[in-house]
């Protein structure tokens, strides 16, 4: 796979992470806008937004690396189904992490 098919598969995805990734950057920019409200919730939303938000990064670089490597390794479907479902499940475990820290600035904040 060459570098613009490399590129055009990123491309590709912009549709559907763009808006994603805006709404990740607003969320971010308001929780750091109330670091006088109530610092230790807004540190754990702080952490929780910025987590999500490189997750959704990683994954937009991840696929199409992934899937040149595939392309140039010739491997196997079922490999590929095992590359794709471990990437898959790593970025997973990522975005929990961040909705588990935002949700614990949530329970923080009604204390």
Not at 40 to 64: E, I, K
Not at 81 to 89: A, P
């Amino acid at each position: 796979m060459d570098v613009q098919a490399l590129l055009m598969s990123m491309l590709v995805q912009l549709p559907a992470r763009v808006p994603l990734l805006i709404a990740l950057g607003v969320a971010l920019t308001l929780v750091l806008q109330k670091r006088a409200a109530d610092p230790p919730a807004v540190r754990l939303a702080a952490w929780g937004f910025g987590v999500m938000l490189a997750a959704q990064l990683l994954a937009a670089v991840t696929y199409p690396l992934l899937q040149a490597y595939v392309t140039s390794a010739a491997l196997p479907f079922a490999a590929t189904g095992l590359f794709y479902g471990v990437i898959g499940v790593g970025l997973a475990m990522i975005e929990a992490t961040g909705l588990i820290l935002l949700a614990l600035a949530v329970v923080r904040r009604r204390r």
